[in-house]
T-cell receptor, first 114, second 114 residues
Framework: SQTIHQWPATLVQPVGSPLSLECTVE??????LYWYRQAAGRGLQLLFY??????ISSEVPQNLSASRPQDRQFILSSKKLLLSDSGFYLC?????????????FGAGSRLTVL | GENVEQHPSTLSVQEGDSAVIKCTYS??????FPWYKQELGKRPQLIID?????GEKKDQRIAVTLNKTAKHFSLHITETQPEDSAVYFC?????????????FGAGTRLAVHP
């Protein structure tokens, strides 16, 4: 069966510091991968999605970036965090292909920028 | 642009009553409509989904209806229980760059009172 791992679970970072959140998926090949952000009490905003290694689509302009160095690894990064980057970051995967399909979320990473 | 609107933002019901959450979408090409339940501090989890070739789907106390002409879909929970209390998100698939992605509504916070 497929599993998705995301870490760290929580982190507190000062403004201006770098960020790296990591997500890996097991039990499938060539998954579609996603990063969503959920601000406190808000909905799920799609940040990035990837359909293959090195293929990243950005949904909103921001100081975050994403990379997919391996088939089942998805990384969210920032060089300098802003206060507004605080939130609950969720990695997700769906089966490969272009058809609309079930999205499965990781456990999330709660980021607080002070 | 791509948009999914969800109403109401909060919903309070007595145990045993029914709860209805409604969503509208903007892309007439959308063909997949999942609903997710998110308990406090947890990841969103899929509870039911429907595809555009079906008008209604039911799973025990939960049902979803879809009106493609009007571009809206609804979640119905009957005989609500306190453990149904959570935030519920609707979503619609949207084609972008040849690939499907899910766009989420802002969420509905459901409170079921004993």
């Amino acid at each position: 069966s497929q599993t998705i791992h995301q870490w760290p679970a929580t982190l507190v970072q000062p403004v201006g510091s770098p960020l790296s959140l990591e997500c890996t998926v097991e039990g499938t090949s060539n998954p579609n991968l996603y990063w969503y952000r959920q601000a406190a009490g808000r909905g799920l905003q799609l940040l990035f999605y990837s359909v293959g290694i090195g293929q990243i689509s950005s949904e909103v302009p921001q100081n975050l970036s994403a990379s997919r160095p391996q088939d089942r690894q998805f990384i969210l990064s920032s060089k300098k965090l802003l206060l507004s980057d605080s939130g609950f970051y969720l990695c997700a995967w769906s089966p490969p292909g272009t058809g609309a399909n079930v999205l499965t979320f990781g456990a999330g990473s709660r980021l607080t920028v002070l | 642009g791509e948009n999914v609107e969800q109403h109401p933002s909060t919903l309070s019901v007595q145990e045993g009553d029914s709860a209805v959450i409604k969503c509208t979408y903007s892309d007439s090409a959308s063909n997949y409509f999942p609903w997710y339940k998110q308990e406090l501090g947890k990841r969103p989890q899929l509870i039911i989904d429907i595809r555009s070739n079906v008008g209604e789907k039911k799973d025990q106390r939960i049902a979803v209806t879809l009106n493609k002409t009007a571009k809206h879909f609804s979640l119905h929970i009957t005989e609500t229980q306190p453990e149904d209390s959570a935030v519920y998100f609707c979503a619609a698939s949207m084609l972008s760059g040849g690939y499907n992605k899910l766009i989420f509504g802002a969420g509905t916070r459901l409170a079921v009172h004993p």
